[in-house]
């Protein structure tokens, strides 16, 4: 598993649990609920990395739509709508994807 000694197994499952119905993912609440507002900025950044899928050093809008499933190949993928709502919230700069430290800054807020 790709987060294997970053975040517990059970975190996991309880964030995963806590957005499983379509249009109920918070970003807040994931990071919160997953552990990784409370990680060190290393940490945070390590996070990026693995979901940042195709190694673009950006999380492009269709990594996001399969951004639960970087913690289990079993989650589901997020709606158009949360998608949209999760790139709005962490593009800082408006230039459609997330950087590193858009991304800290999101698990942070």
């Keep these: 598993m790709a987060f294997a000694g970053l975040l517990s197994d059970a975190d996991i499952k309880a964030a995963l649990d806590s957005c499983s119905a379509v249009d109920s993912f918070s970003y807040k609440t994931f990071f919160a609920k997953v552990g990784l507002s409370a990680k060190s900025s290393d940490d945070?950044?390590?996070?990026?990395?693995?979901?940042?899928?195709?190694?673009?050093?950006?999380?492009?809008?269709?990594?996001?739509?399969?951004?639960?499933?970087?913690?289990?190949?079993?989650a589901r993928a997020l709606s158009e709508k949360e998608t949209k709502a999760f790139l709005a919230a962490g593009d800082a700069d408006g230039d459609g994807m997330?950087?590193?430290?858009?991304?800290?800054?999101?698990v942070k807020a």
């Design 98 to 106: 997330i950087g590193v430290d858009e991304f800290a800054s999101l």
């Design 44 to 74: 945070v950044k390590k996070a990026f990395f693995i979901i940042d899928q195709d190694k673009s050093g950006f999380i492009e809008e269709d990594e996001l739509k399969l951004f639960l499933q970087n913690f289990s190949a079993g």
